[in-house]
Antibody
């Protein structure tokens, strides 16, 4: 069965770079059928899409974060990663990785999610 | 950018019907997806492609989408349905994934 698991530091200092990894099992990240995405949720607030990466290496991200976001794949480890630079307290959130699915169209919805990891930005 | 607006809260008695709306410009031209999120858990998709249910989702959950409003309907509401619900679309013009503002469903 498909499983995703986020990992990375739970505490990041302001102005530094947040780095998270999502380890995928049960499916290959090199599959052409899916996108691999990051989503975050500030405490007590709603869901905010960060971006995605495709097996080809192509990416796209939320315009509000685009200048600070890097998402990449490591096929050898069946992982994908998120880097968010120049973080502030506003980046404190639960970060989820997810697989983007679509059986009638291109990848449009998030069927499989990781459990989420809380990242706090504080000195 | 594309915006999806939901009511912040919906309250409903057990056994009654809850309706959660998701408003967006010409949302009827897009597929809408609905997620249920319980405290401390990742979201779970309960409706995809406007009105289809993934396996394991009760028939009590249904969806519709027309013009500028999509609706998630929960029939015969149970205490276990108490959760936050989010709508979501893929905006093809910008290749962006957009979530609604979220609705907290409270079972009275």
């Amino acid at each position: 069965q498909v499983q995703l698991q986020e990992s990375g530091p739970g505490l990041v200092k302001p102005s530094e770079t947040l780095s998270l990894t999502c380890t995928v099992s049960g499916v290959s990240v090199s599959s052409a059928s899916y996108f691999w995405s990051w989503i975050r949720q500030p405490p007590g607030k709603g869901l905010d899409w960060i971006g995605y990466v495709y097996y080809s290496g192509s990416t796209n991200s939320n315009p509000s974060l685009k200048s600070r976001v890097t998402i990449s794949l490591d096929m050898s480890k069946n992982q994908f990663s998120l880097k968010l630079s120049s973080v502030t307290a506003a980046d404190t959130a639960v970060y989820y990785c997810a697989r983007v699915d679509g059986h009638k169209s291109g990848p449009e919805y998030f069927l499989h999610w990781g459990q989420g990891t809380l990242v706090t930005v504080s000195s | 950018s594309y915006v999806l607006t939901q009511p912040p809260t919906v309250s409903v008695g057990p056994g009654k019907t809850a309706r959660i709306t998701c408003e967006g410009n010409n949302i009827g031209s897009k597929y809408v997806y609905w997620y249920q999120q319980k405290p401390g858990q990742a979201p779970v998709v309960v409706i995809y492609y406007d009105s289809d249910r993934p396996s394991g989702i009760p028939e009590r959950f249904s969806g519709s989408n027309s013009e500028n409003t999509a609706t998630l309907t929960i029939s015969r509401v149970e205490a276990g349905d108490e959760a936050d619900y989010y709508c979501q679309v893929w905006d093809s013009l910008s290749d962006l994934y957009v979530f609604g503002t979220g609705t907290k469903v409270t079972v009275l």
